[in-house]
């Protein structure tokens, strides 16, 4: 069995999760609702205060289905009673981030500024060079944070663009003078 895919996925306290045909996934919370129609094969059941994720058979489809399965639940359910967050910060001379309404101003270099419009259910907000990407949906935050970064990504001499909070760059030796 699929260590990931047997263990069950506990529902906290205000967040209702309900299965349609066809696992057509759906999960309410206090921060929002979440929808998903998931691999037909599996079969998804509500057992109490619990979801659990078992597969028809041994197929190597099969197995991989019922681990990411089981993962795309538990994302809802933490998106919709937590929400995902996503830090990226902004290293540079000159470089900088704004926030108007819904559009994010980056200066990134440039002869002109990159301008960015919030997507639908994403949140951004700009404090000094931080920029965070809060939402519900765990794929649409790290899709809209890796567009902000692709903007300007980090180089290896000076670390100059957009990075991630955690993100390690390795540095590089610029090139030496003549003597």
């Known amino acids: 069995m699929s260590r990931i895919g047997r263990m069950p996925i506990a529902i906290p306290a205000g967040v209702t999760v309900e299965v349609a045909e066809n696992n057509k996934v759906t999960v309410k919370g206090p921060k929002g609702t979440l929808e998903r129609v998931l691999a037909p094969e599996m079969n998804i059941a509500i057992e109490g205060e ?5 597969r028809p058979n041994d197929l190597k489809r099969m197995k991989s289905l019922h681990g ?17 967050e996503k830090k990226l910060e902004v290293n540079g001379v000159g470089y900088k981030a704004a926030k108007a309404g819904k559009k994010l101003t980056l200066s990134l270099g440039y002869s002109h500024p990159v301008e960015m ?4 259910g994403l949140e ?3 404090e000094g060079n931080i920029i965070t990407v809060k939402g519900i ?5 790290g899709q809209y944070a890796a567009e902000i970064r692709s903007k300007r990504e980090p180089e290896p001499y000076k670390g100059k663009g957009v990075k ?3 993100e390690v760059i390795r ?3 610029g ?5």
């Open 50 to 54: 619990e979801v659990v994720v078992t």
């Open 68 to 84: 990411l399965t089981r993962t795309l639940i538990n994302n809802m359910v933490v998106g919709v009673s937590t929400g995902y």
């Open 117 to 120: 419009e919030d997507p639908e």
């Open 124 to 126: 951004s907000t700009v």
């Open 137 to 141: 949906d765990k794929e649409k935050v």
């Open 164 to 166: 991630y909070v955690d």
């Open 171 to 173: 540095r590089k030796v």
């Open 175 to 179: 090139k030496t003078g003549k003597k």
